[in-house]
């Protein structure tokens, strides 16, 4: 048996272990002894690699490409040539006929890697000539980006994730580690263990709240007005550090005149927290030598998500908590390649590197670079504008590479329409899913596992990933099958191997330049910025209290709280906010093919409800109920908890049959564009005939995975 070190596909903790292989195998998988996870790993990394086997628990594995030249017809298989042909002919089609920015393309924050993400963005940016590429950093942390590289310079995690354990407060603002990232909340844990004051904002009493020194369970959709509150209570007790805002700091005193409306008194009447509870838990945040904010999407998916993050990052300057070890802000990303996949550019205002499209010597460095006359200097589309921009006549295709928007993004009805209604689908992708359905080409790919590359883990740290097993299908890597479209335009765009693709990538962008493979096998991870080949990586952020501004000041910002666009009434009056989900990842294609992760819990996935809802609506524990929004209706198994209030119900996003993104509403983030995932209006109503409803279940679930390729019996 050979043992393979790898890192782990299913977060942005990072967590390295070895894959064991017979006869081209994955039978097992070992931790390793990596700087995040020390010889541990959660749940999924233990359990989650026999997807590769093709288990077809769920759908099947993508192992030859298909098309359909019409709708009406059944997808069918065909070699690589006539897929790829058929691709470049309607790209080129769709190109000249309407020009390059009625194209859109993804990159992939999942299991394919940065070098892949290079590639497509290079590819839309010098093949296709747009600036529409994106992925799903949009639907999770795009405000943290946003929000951190207005105040700071930099949007990423400013400490790394061994630093939480030496912290003497950590402050969790919607986030849920143990779920998320449960090697993460093993760092909470240990904080709490050396003696670290814990603080947890959540409407949700979540592990790191059973375990809080503080909890502040405030209503949901209040965030703003509470961060508010704790600058107004710093201020008027004088908490603050004056001598960090007078040096290091800008935009003091705009701040100050907006947050002295909030008192605590004034916030309580938004935000239902008790003003003596906001002004312990400022007293704790402000008087340790060491705090440290850490967030995650209960602050990010919001329609008011990238000003909360400013506020947050602006306590930091408040208070000078920040550019010191175990101090800072930590946004800590979802998906495990999210932060590579925004590092590598596959975003629309930004080339690798984090430099901007809109500078012309950067569009100048890049074009000569790859080749080419010029580079568009136009912002691109995002991909929860696709829907808009598709009714609008403006996009005509969409080349998805390893997601599933329509069981990722919000509005799912909105985005099929959209589908539908665009002129040509490509999916890239290792699975059968619910978005490949309406594709009009199916490009198979390698899966993590059968390649290796280089992940970015959520505090900036490049990790090689490897390759342990041969693909089995008439399959290609990601980057491959980019390169060979590029040809049939004209473009070279092959290397040699993915180190090939680094060394380009680095070359271009001063702040990993020193970040070499060979320095990744010595030192086992390197964290950016990595400037030249002496520099072994930065662990925390600026230092000195520079900042990456243009001043290199850090740059206070607070605005009014505005309440979330869809608001309970009589007719739909519980919020529901989505949540994660410890045993499953993304859109589940991945975890529920692997058989130890398939039987922690199945379709329809649950509800949260609180116990005072399901007594007035008679709904009993693991009955099924039925959710429905002004957009959809589900059914979804009651899961009935003393952690959640009256009033919020909670759902997670990996369920074919409760699908709450049927009901979710794409408000978006007027900057980020993120949508407004954790709040919208719902009504409960219980199912009077269960059995029905369980045979109802079983059908449409079975049919679903025949669909997929699944093997039903
Ligand atoms: S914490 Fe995340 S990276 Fe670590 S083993 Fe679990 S899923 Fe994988």
Request: charge should be neutral; aromatic fraction near 10%; hydrophobic fraction near 35%.
């Amino acid at each position: 048996m050979k043992k393979v070190l790898t890192v782990c596909p299913y977060c942005g903790s990072g967590c390295q272990l070895y894959l064991c292989v017979e006869d081209n195998r994955v039978v097992g998988a070992e931790p390793a002894n990596g700087p995040i996870n020390e010889g541990e790993l959660c749940l999924k990394g233990h359990y989650g690699w026999d997807f590769l086997n093709d288990t077809k628990i769920l759908s099947k594995r993508l192992t030859k490409p298909m098309l359909r030249y019409t709708r009406s017809e059944p997808l069918r298989e065909v070699e690589w040539d006539e897929a790829l042909d058929y691709v470049a002919g309607k790209l080129k089609t769709i190109k000249e006929q309407y020009g390059p920015d009625a194209i859109m393309g993804t990159g992939s924050a999942r299991g394919t890697g940065n070098e892949t993400n290079y590639v497509m963005q290079r590819f839309m940016r010098a093949v296709i000539g747009t600036n529409n590429v994106d992925h799903c950093a949009r639907v999770c942390h795009g405000p943290s980006v946003a929000g951190l590289t207005a105040i700071f310079g930099s949007g990423a995690m400013s400490n790394s994730i061994p630093e939480i354990e030496d912290a003497d407060c950590l402050l969790i603002f919607g986030y849920n580690a143990a779920d998320a990232h449960p090697l993460v909340a093993k760092r909470i844990l240990r904080a709490k263990q050396k003696g670290a004051k814990i603080i947890v904002v959540d409407p949700r009493k979540t592990e790191a709240a059973r375990i809080s020194d503080l909890w502040l369970q405030l209503k949901n959709g209040s965030n703003m007005a509470l961060v508010n509150s704790f600058a107004n209570i710093i201020l008027a007790k004088g908490w603050h550090n004056d001598y960090f805002i007078n040096n290091f700091t800008e935009g003091f005193a705009e701040y100050c005149n907006t947050v002295k409306k909030y008192t605590p008194e004034y916030a309580q009447a938004i935000t239902g927290i008790e003003p003596d509870l906001v002004e312990a838990a400022m007293k704790i945040y402000t008087h340790s030598k060491n705090s440290f904010i850490l967030w995650g999407m209960g602050v990010t998916q919001f329609g008011q998500a990238v000003d909360v993050v400013k506020g947050l990052g602006s306590l930091c300057l408040l208070t000078g908590q920040i550019g010191k070890p175990s101090s800072g802000v930590g946004p800590v990303r979802g998906q495990n390649n999210v932060q590579g996949a925004c590092d590598m550019g596959a975003l629309p205002n930004i080339y690798p590197g984090y430099q901007a499209v809109t500078d012309a010597a950067n569009r100048k460095k890049f074009a000569k670079a790859w080749g080419v006359e010029t580079l568009p200097d136009k912002i691109g589309f995002t991909i929860t504008e696709v829907p808009h921009a598709v009714a609008a006549g403006k996009l005509k295709a969409f080349y998805i590479i390893g997601e599933d928007p329509v069981q990722s993004d919000p509005d799912s009805g909105g985005l099929k329409k959209a589908l539908n209604d665009l002129e040509f689908v490509i999916v890239q992708d290792i699975f059968m899913n619910k978005t490949a359905l309406y594709a009009d080409v199916i490009l198979p790919a390698t899966s993590w596992g059968e390649h290796g590359g280089v992940f970015s883990g959520a505090d900036r740290r490049f990790q090689r990933f490897r390759k342990a097993v041969d693909a089995k299908g008439d399959v290609k890597d990601d980057w491959v099958i980019i390169g060979e479209l590029a040809k049939r335009f004209g473009y070279e765009l092959t290397y040699k191997n993915t180190e090939a693709i680094w060394n380009e990538m680095i070359s271009l962008c001063p702040s990993y330049a020193g970040a070499t493979y060979e320095k990744m096998e010595r030192q086992g991870s390197v964290q950016w910025p990595c400037r030249t080949l002496e520099d072994p990586g930065t662990d925390y952020l600026f230092k000195g209290n520079i900042f990456q501004t243009t001043s290199k000041k850090g740059i206070f910002f607070a605005t009014e709280w505005r309440a979330p666009a869809e608001v309970p009434d009589e007719q739909y009056p519980i919020v529901l906010c989505t949540v994660r989900e410890v045993g499953h990842y993304s859109s589940r294609t991945m975890t529920g093919n692997c058989w130890g992760l398939s039987q922690l819990a199945d379709e329809p996935g649950y509800v949260q409800i609180s116990v005072e809802d399901a007594a007035r609506l008679d709904i009993e524990d693991e009955q099924l109920m039925r959710v429905t929004s002004r957009r959809g209706s589900v059914i979804s198994r009651a899961r009935v908890s003393d952690r959640v209030k009256a009033g919020a119900v909670y759902m997670t996003y990996q369920w074919w049959i409760g699908a709450c993104n049927e009901l979710t509403i794409d408000n978006l983030d007027p900057i980020s564009k993120t949508p407004e995932y954790k709040y919208c209006a719902v009504k409960l109503e219980a199912i009077a005939d269960q059995e029905e409803a369980e045979r109802q279940l079983i059908a449409s679930y079975n049919d679903l995975k025949r669909k997929m390729g699944a093997e039903v019996s």
